[in-house]
Structures are given as C-alpha cells and as structure tokens.
C-alpha cells in the first residue's frame, strides 16, 4: 500500500535536501509519496529538474515560513 | 552515574576522553564511571584511506592501539555490543556480558555497501576499507591507459571523497606520465559536479581546465562486467577500462538488526542529539539520520557537545548545549593543492581557490588527528 513519508532536509546544505530525496526513494515503494522539508530554496529548482530527469512524478510546491515543501511519486 | 559508549572511532574515543577529563574527580570518587565498548583494539584513521589508494601513506600510519588514546579511567573493552536492550538500561555483548548504563551514547559509525547495486563488488574498485584501498592501489599501478571511471553512491561517508579522488588520480596518472592515455570520467548523482553548490562552482571549471569529463544527474544502476559498462537509473551507459566508486554506505547492522533504524540510522534529534523517544540515549557521528554529511569533524563536534552536556547532566542533572550542525571538511584538490568548506545548520559553506598552505595544513592534520582523538585538539 502506498504511503506518505517525510523527508526532513531541513539545515541540510551537505548532502543537501536532493541527496536524502534520492536516499529515501531507494527505501520507498512504487506510488508512494515523499514530501521533503527544505530550508534552501534551491531545492525547489533542483528537486523538480531530478525528478524529472529521472522519470518520478513531481506534484507539488509551497512555501511557508520559510520551509519549502516538494511533493513527489516514486514512478519506477 | 554509568555513561557507556558504544563504539571506539573517532566521536567515541573523543567523547569518552573529552568525559574523562571533565569528569576527573567525579570517576575517582566513583560518582561517574565511563566504560567503552569497541569490536576492535586498533584505532583507525580513516581519512588515510584515500592517501593509501594513491600510494601516498602506507598502512601502518593509519593505526594507533586504541587503549593508547584513552585516558586513564576509562574503562576499555573489545566486546561488540549484540543486542540493545533500551528499555531495561542495559546491552549484551559478543562474549555474552551485559553492560548497564544511566546514560549511553551509541557511536557505531557506517560502513560501506557496494552489494547494494549489482555487479559493483566484482567489477569495480574503491577505498574505504585498507585492503580495498591496498587493492585499488595495485590496479593503478598496472593500469597503463585507457577510461577510468570515478562513480557515487548515495548515501557516502565524506561528502569531499569523489572529488578528492578524482583530482588526486589526475595528478597521479600525470606523474606517471600517463596524462595522455588515462581519460578520467567523473559521475555524479545530482545535476552538478557537487552537492554543495559553491564547491560545484570552482570544481567544475577545474575539471574542464584538466581535461576531466563529468556526467551529472548519474545514479549508479547496475554495473556490467562482463562488457565493461556502467548504468544509470536515468538511463546512460558509459564505457569503463577501470571502474573506481564512492560505494553507497549503510549504518551498522547490529542497529538494523536491533531495529533501532532503517539502514543503520538512529533517528536522532538534531540539536539535542538524543535518540527519538529516549532521553538517556544519545547518537554520535555516522550513527545518526540527521541529514548532514558523514564526516570526521561532524562526530568531532558532536562528540564535543556531548561531552560537555553529559558531564553537566552528572554535575547539575541537565545538558548545557545544543549541536548547531557545524561541520569542518578539508578538500584536497590533487597532490599538492587544497581547500576547506565550513557550515552548520544555518550558513552555508564558501570554499575559497585551493592553495598549497592548506594542502599542507591537511598533510599536519594527518599527523594532529592522533591529538584530536585524544580530545586535545
């Protein structure tokens, strides 16, 4: 069954939000969602570009205090 | 009060030596004891590792006895913990004895985990243990000409290795006077040559200016040895004559197999450094899923942290510090050239052009490091 996980990338600028992304999929099932927590705006670039790259889904971004949230699928 | 430390590299033995001095009176009254429990009697300096893939430090300059390094009244044993039983205070270890403890601090580090991408033990190359960097060094030294290629895994212990590794082969081929028949390949998981972009900055054109070819957005798939090829999630194949990777690293497995964290990973709280959930548990270096580099000078600096609260916690029954995220890594950028990147939680690093004056600060820390384990330094 498909789930939501977190990832928490928060003050992370070594290995960086995209880095523990890449982590938690190899961990993840196909259909399942990751939300990554970042502090570096960067992230909003560099996330989408991957996932695309890569051939995940990319859903969604928002900003709040801060703290940007980018949703993402696990495809493949 | 019991403080136990699980583990005996570089955060354990400069956290149960950082103890040991503040707690000097309080151990000889009998109102802290501090006992360490290691799977080995030899210290380790792993940085070497890398110098002794490129034939640049020799074995046995890597190893100090690791009783040498800890102050008197530390209790020293070379007996792996098996099981770890939090809710009753207490772990088991390999010749079957059980340790309790007030407060524990597991410091077990991370270890490589090349099996985890198909092909990879078999075919390629890599550094991070002394007989795979012996290995490494012996392919190099037949290796006449041809494509060597340099690939990362993720997760990795030392975020600065790939490039390390990768400027030190350039300036060890051209010593040779292989420069014109080696073409280095350099691949990296993201779609910069760095995770940190202003160390991407400056490595990047210093790859161009050496003639290193580089492929970004690469997560190693499988490795095909039988035709020599490399595959990428995303779908690109690259030849190879010699394969060399920064193998994807994994916590230990007595974390995995005690559930104590998916892939050897403790979760642990980023400021206070406890275990999730536990408030006499702490989690120092490697060890923790905090998502920072793996790296010497984080376990260095949280062990310091750690040092100071447990000892307040024995002194005043309360930690004093938080751990602010701050990390310190050198970056050797070939033989004889290098430069540094320093940042915590809230600052980002701003690594400066390498120079030789921190190549040789590096080449001193080589040698300080038996200091700094001693908590001195």
């Known amino acids: 069954m498909a789930e939501k996980k977190i990832v928490d990338g928060r003050g992370s600028f070594c290995p960086g939000p995209l880095m523990e992304l890449i982590v938690a999929l190899k961990s993840s099932q196909i259909g399942d969602e990751l939300e990554v927590l970042s502090t570096d705006k960067g992230s909003a670039n560099d996330i989408p570009e991957w996932v695309h790259k890569v051939g995940h889904e990319y859903i969604s971004t928002t900003e709040e205090g801060g703290v940007w949230h980018i949703t993402v699928r696990k495809k493949k | ?377």
């Not at chain 2, 798939?221 to 995303?234: M, Q």
């Open chain 2, 1 to 377: 009060m019991k403080i136990l430390i699980v583990g005996g590299g570089m955060g354990g033995t400069i956290l149960a030596n950082n103890l040991a001095r503040r707690l000097t009176n309080e151990l000889k009254t009998g109102k802290a004891r501090i006992t360490m429990l290691s799977a080995s009697d030899k210290h380790m300096y792993q940085p070497g590792l890398l110098y002794l893939a490129v034939g640049r430090m020799t074995p046995d300059e890597l190893y100090r006895d690791q009783a040498s390094l800890l102050e008197p009244g530390i209790n020293f044993h070379v007996d792996p913990v098996e099981e770890f039983q939090l809710d009753n205070n207490r772990v088991k270890t390999k010749s079957g004895k059980t340790h309790e403890y007030d407060v524990m601090v597991i410091a077990t580090g991370s270890r490589m985990f090349p099996e985890g991408v198909p092909g990879m033990v078999e075919n390629a190359e890599t550094f991070y243990t002394e007989e795979t960097a012996l290995k490494m060094f012996k392919r190099l030294q037949a290796f006449e000409g041809g494509k060597v290629v340099v690939t990362v895994g993720v997760p990795h212990k030392c975020p600065m290795a790939p490039l390390e590794i990768v400027f030190m082969l350039h300036d060890y081929f051209k010593d040779r006077g292989l420069a014109d028949k080696v073409q280095l390949h350099y691949t990296y998981p993201i779609g910069r040559v760095h995770t940190l972009e202003n160390v991407a900055k400056w490595a990047a054109p210093e790859m161009d200016r050496l003639g290193i070819k580089y492929e970004t957005f690469f997560n190693i798939k499988e490795v095909d040895g039988a035709n020599k090829i490399l595959r990428s999630e995303e779908g690109v194949e690259i030849k190879y004559d010699l394969l060399i990777t920064i193998p994807t690293h994994k916590g230990m497995e007595v974390v995995e197999k005690n559930g104590l964290g998916q892939n050897g990973w403790i979760p642990t709280n980023r400021t206070k450094l406890n275990m999730e959930g536990r408030s006499n548990v702490f989690i120092c270096g490697d060890t923790t899923n905090i998502p920072i580099s793996k790296a010497g000078s984080t376990a260095h600096f949280e062990a310091d942290v750690l040092g100071e609260n447990i000892a307040a916690m024995v002194k005043m029954g309360t930690p004093v510090r938080e751990y602010d995220g701050k990390v310190f890594c050198f970056v050797e950028a070939g033989k004889d050239r290098a430069t540094y990147a320093m940042f915590d939680y809230q600052n980002p690093p701003d690594p400066k052009a390498p120079t030789k004056a921190v190549h040789w600060f590096k080449m001193a820390y080589n040698k300080l490091y038996w200091v700094s384990a001693r908590g001195l330094l």
